[in-house]
């Protein structure tokens, strides 16, 4: 199974005691520096995500999508990250914020303003230009989603190309979600390829609502022009689980 040690290590400090490792993973643990902390983030992408990377966040309308970023979120604010949000309007930004908050479990709730900050995008030429401006003030931003910013600046590829060129020269790290359609012909990546996005991020997951509260993220890790076949997760929303069974199988 290609999951990194560090991250079946911590994933129990990650989410707290209540939240810990499942036992399927708890039997796969291995033993390797203790000092490195992983987070959401890099269990999603298999480890090793670092400063200035991009992950790609597809699926369909409805599919969970939001839902992990706001996890993502609530993990890097607990580890006392400092967070942009990039939502489509005011009353979504000031909605997901809420949801961010009410995820996190080691920092006080007050401490949240200081690190989660939003930004929505409107109908204007400047929005774009204001948003690579903000993206050197923060350690971590998340758009959600790149259709709606692409529908003030006119164009998917060179909006994600041009925000994460700003992000890698700040050592930002970026996190976007794309719709796609849920479609036995077209794949998700497919549909990415066919939209001149699947080489930009350096990580690309497709999100599926497999049931209720019940996400499953299929993964790849892209290392120039050769895509890497990770290992697929199950989500689960409620208790923040994550696991490379399904629960059917067991």
């Given at each position: 199974?290609?999951?990194?040690?560090?991250?079946?290590?911590?994933?129990?400090?990650?989410?707290?005691?209540?939240?810990?490792?499942?036992?399927?993973?708890?039997?796969?643990?291995?033993?390797?520096?203790?000092?490195?902390?992983?987070?959401?983030?890099?269990?999603?992408?298999?480890?090793?995500?670092?400063?200035?990377?991009?992950?790609?966040?597809?699926?369909?309308?409805?599919?969970?999508?939001?839902?992990?970023?706001?996890?993502?979120?609530?993990?890097?604010?607990?580890?006392?990250?400092?967070?942009?949000?990039?939502?489509?309007?005011?009353?979504?930004?000031?909605?997901?914020?809420?949801?961010?908050?009410?995820?996190?479990?080691?920092?006080?709730?007050?401490?949240?303003?200081?690190?989660?900050?939003?930004?929505f995008v409107m109908?204007?030429?400047?929005?774009?230009?204001?948003?690579?401006?903000?993206?050197?003030?923060?350690?971590?931003?998340?758009?959600?989603?790149?259709?709606?910013?692409?529908?003030?600046?006119?164009?998917?590829?060179?909006?994600?190309?041009?925000?994460?060129?700003?992000?890698?020269?700040?050592?930002?790290?970026?996190?976007?979600?794309?719709?796609?359609?849920?479609?036995?012909?077209?794949?998700?990546?497919?549909?990415?390829?066919?939209?001149?996005?699947?080489?930009?991020?350096?990580?690309?997951?497709?999100?599926?609502?497999?049931?209720?509260?019940?996400?499953?993220?299929?993964?790849?890790?892209?290392?120039?022009?050769?895509?890497?076949?990770?290992?697929?997760?199950?989500?689960?929303v409620q208790s923040?689980?994550?696991?490379?069974?399904?629960?059917?199988?067991?």
């Open positions: 199974m290609d999951m990194p040690a560090t991250v079946l290590d911590h994933f129990s400090h990650v989410f707290g005691d209540r939240r810990g490792l499942p036992k399927c993973l708890r039997e796969l643990r291995r033993s390797e520096d203790p000092h490195i902390d992983a987070s959401l983030l890099e269990i999603l992408t298999g480890g090793g995500f670092s400063p200035g990377e991009s992950l790609l966040i597809a699926g369909d309308f409805g599919s969970g999508k939001s839902s992990i970023c706001h996890q993502i979120l609530a993990g890097l604010i607990d580890q006392g990250g400092s967070c942009l949000l990039v939502s489509p309007s005011r009353t979504s930004a000031r909605s997901a914020s809420r949801q961010v908050t009410k995820l996190l479990t080691s920092r006080p709730r007050s401490q949240a303003a200081n690190l989660l900050h939003t930004f109908d204007d030429k400047n929005t774009y230009t204001r948003l690579m401006g903000a993206v050197a003030d923060y350690s971590f931003v998340c758009v959600d989603s790149l259709d709606d910013l692409a529908s003030a600046t006119g164009s998917l590829a060179p909006t994600f190309s041009g925000l994460q060129a700003a992000a890698r020269r700040n050592g930002t790290s970026l996190i976007v979600t794309k719709r796609t359609k849920e479609n036995p012909i077209a794949t998700y990546r497919q549909q990415l390829r066919s939209e001149a996005l699947i080489g930009i991020p350096d990580y690309v997951g497709g999100v599926t609502r497999e049931g209720d509260g019940l996400l499953s993220w299929d993964r790849l890790r892209l290392k120039g022009k050769r895509l890497e076949k990770l290992v697929p997760l199950y989500f689960n923040n689980a994550v696991s490379p069974w399904s629960p059917w199988e067991r």
